[in-house]
């Protein structure tokens, strides 16, 4: 396995936390427009205004946000549940230099042992997206 491959599952949090974005990306009145990404401070200051002129569209925005993040830490949770000792082992196996063979074959495990929760996850995430399309187009009536 490459080293691009096995460093998938230590990027596993940013992975979740990305899969939000295709909802918050749309249009000026979300975060993702161009030039209004996230700073040292949170977003800019049009981001503000935005939610001043587009409150419905921010409304959208902020449920699907929190929606994704419950999606986030169900997701999370089921993992430490089921995967406690694999999650362990990958841990231990990893930490000294993630790109060893036993690390790869840790992470190979935890990935197998976090399918279903994972999948739970990308399900109701999708849902979440659903969600703020149907509330977008309501929005735009």
């Given at each position: 396995?490459?080293k691009?491959t096995?460093?998938?599952?230590?990027?596993?949090?940013?992975?979740?936390a990305?899969?939000?974005?295709p909802v918050a990306a749309r249009?000026?009145?979300?975060?993702?427009?161009?030039g209004e990404?996230?700073?040292p401070h949170?977003?800019g200051s049009?981001?503000v205004l935005?939610q001043?002129i587009y409150?419905?569209?921010?409304?959208c925005?902020d449920?699907?946000?929190?929606c994704?993040?419950?999606?986030d830490?169900?997701?999370?949770?089921?993992?430490e549940a089921?995967c406690g000792s694999?999650i362990d082992?990958?841990?231990?196996?990893?930490?000294?230099?993630?790109s060893?063979?036993d690390c790869?074959?840790?992470?190979d495990?935890?990935?197998?042992?976090?399918q279903a929760?994972?999948?739970?996850?990308?399900?109701?995430a999708?849902?979440c997206r659903?969600t703020?399309?149907?509330c977008?187009?309501?929005?735009?009536q």
């Open positions: 396995m490459t691009k096995s460093g998938a599952l230590a990027a596993l949090p940013l992975i979740l990305a899969m939000a974005i249009g000026p009145a979300g975060p993702g427009f161009p990404g996230p700073g949170g977003f049009s981001a935005d001043l409150p419905c569209r921010s409304a925005f449920a699907a946000r929190t994704t993040d419950t999606a830490a169900a997701g999370l949770t089921c993992v089921a694999t082992t990958a841990r231990a196996a990893c930490a000294s230099d993630p060893t063979a790869s074959t840790a992470r495990a935890l990935r197998t042992c976090a929760c994972l999948t739970t996850r990308n399900d109701a999708g849902s659903t703020a399309d149907e977008l187009d309501t929005c735009a």
